[in-house]
């Protein structure tokens, strides 16, 4: 089902919260690789906003970020914090950073897209064997629990951003045959992109407006993406950590708008200049593709990915109504259920201020 036919019947699309189930940090120890990224910032704001966690490493390799940081979190007021200045490319800092917690989610990546394209070893290096240093750290530790950040991207990738975000999902999932009987679980979320995070498209557009920009630079006036806000994001992240057994990848139900029509909706008069896909894009993303329906169950706000190793119980799911999808089905941005229109969208960027 093509865009057009979803025009009027889903303008106005729910915009879920992703609150349920809840997830209780108090008394718990919790690590955030990427801590001073866009995810980092909102996750210790949530976190935070909470019953308080035993301790909260921010861990991250920008001092500066730190340092801006712990100036809006003072550590007399929130005593939990602690600064863990790493990479996640260095195993053995990971495994210092990670001795005596419980929970760690995954944030650090190199996400541009471009960049990635450009300077492929290091991505390789930050995602992938970031993402297998983060495993082995766990694994060494007393690491309960391990959920990493996905991309729509890394589903039939076609980048080598998206590329490597595969790459760290099947490492990650394939991560639970190596626990042992009390070892770290470790689960994945998948969600597209992030309105106002750093470096997305919306800010950018919303820079080049202040400045009197006589047009917005357009890749393809086609081209369909997933949108979700940092809070949303974020809120998905808690509520799967509560109910990940180890090996899923959870994807949400978020709506989809063509690139065009969003700079139409923040700037209604101004032209468009259409200037091409860039390499490793895609016109149109998707979050769960045909050869991944065969094992996708789903629930009332998300899509859950069973993995395929022996022995995982599907029961929790079900027991929350959770149903398999139909064989053929898949979940991509441009033959989504749910639209944004530019009063949609406009809600949705009043959330993330």
């Not at 866009?38 to 001092?63: C, H, Q, T, W, Y």
């Not at 602690?82 to 053995?92: E, N």
């Not at 994945?188 to 917005?216: T, W």
Request: aromatic share 8%; glycine share 8%.
């Amino acid at each position: 089902m093509q865009r057009d036919e979803h025009t009027n019947a889903a303008a106005a699309p729910l915009i879920r919260r992703f609150e349920e189930p809840a997830f209780d940090f108090a008394g718990r120890s919790v690590l955030v690789t990427g801590g001073t990224g866009s995810f980092g910032r909102a996750f210790v704001k949530a976190v935070l906003a909470g019953p308080a966690p035993r301790k909260l490493i921010v861990f991250s390799r920008d001092e500066q970020k730190q340092y801006e940081m712990a100036q809006r979190w003072d550590q007399s007021a929130h005593p939990c914090l602690r600064w863990f200045i790493g990479d996640v490319r260095d195993v053995d800092r990971l495994e210092m950073a990670m001795r005596d917690v419980d929970i760690v989610v995954h944030a650090a990546a190199l996400k541009h897209v471009s960049v990635a394209e450009y300077n492929p070893f290091e991505c390789v290096k930050t995602n992938v064997h970031g993402a297998e240093n983060v495993v082995t750290a766990a694994l060494r530790t007393r690491v309960q629990r391990v959920i990493a950040l996905s991309t729509d991207k890394a589903a039939n990738p076609v980048s080598l951003y998206g590329a490597s975000k595969l790459a760290a999902d099947k490492i990650f999932i394939a991560a639970n045959n190596l626990r042992g009987t009390d070892g770290a679980t470790f689960s994945v979320v998948r969600y597209g992109n992030v309105l106002g995070s750093r470096g997305s498209v919306v800010p950018y557009f919303q820079r080049l407006i202040a400045e009197g920009a006589a047009d917005l630079p357009i890749t393809d006036p086609r081209m369909t993406r997933f949108w979700i806000t940092i809070g949303q994001g974020v809120a998905f992240v808690i509520s799967s950590l509560a109910m990940m057994q180890g090996g899923e990848v959870f994807v949400p139900k978020i709506p989809s708008m063509k690139v065009g029509e969003l700079a139409r909706a923040l700037a209604p008069g101004l032209p468009q200049r259409i200037v091409g896909i860039r390499p490793g894009e895609k016109l149109h993303e998707a979050m769960i593709p045909e050869d991944e329906a065969r094992s996708t169950l789903e629930l009332a706000d998300r899509y859950v990915v069973i993995p395929g190793h022996p022995g995982f119980d599907v029961a929790p799911y079900r027991a929350l109504g959770a149903a398999p999808v139909p064989e053929a089905f898949r979940y991509s941005s441009d033959e989504n259920a749910e639209w944004l229109d530019a009063d949609a969208l406009r809600r949705l960027l009043g959330s993330t201020a």
